[in-house]
């Protein structure tokens, strides 16, 4: 029991278990959000929000399209939900979040004097000495 115990307190099963009951939770305030506000708007603009009553007979076979019409409308409804109030808002937090990268150098250390030379100098300015690397012009 010891081991399982152990197993059940570790971090990931715990973040994993909060994480599906908030994603629960926020299914069931999306999937209101889609039957309460989205649905009767678009009622208002298509005159037709309910399709569970579209069907077709094959041999006395009823098949209820419609009804996969609404699941196929709500899942669209809910992705795009999901993806404009939770994914497009966390992508550009993380990309404010990130630091840019640093810029190139513009200046080194003479390895005589120590000072601040740019980076394509050939003679320290400080020292006037020739800097390794540098070929010396004549």
Do not use: W
């Not at 640093?102 to 100098?121: L, R």
């Amino acid at each position: 029991m010891k081991g399982f115990k152990q197993f059940l307190l570790r971090g990931n099963v715990v973040d994993m278990a909060v994480g599906i009951v908030i994603g629960a939770a926020f299914g069931t305030v999306v999937s209101g959000f889609v039957k309460d506000l989205l649905t009767p708007f678009i009622a208002a603009i298509v005159k037709k929000p309910d399709f569970s009553a579209f069907t077709f007979t094959i041999r006395d076979s009823k098949f209820l399209y419609g009804s996969f019409v609404n699941d196929i409308v709500s899942f669209v409804i809910i992705a795009a939900a999901v993806y404009f109030f939770v994914v497009l808002p966390m992508n550009t937090l993380v990309a404010r979040m990130k630091k840019a990268p640093p810029a190139d150098p513009t200046t080194k250390t003479c390895p005589e004097c120590k000072s601040e030379i740019p980076i394509d100098a050939r003679k320290c300015a400080h020292c006037t000495s020739v800097l390794e690397g540098a070929g010396a012009r004549g």
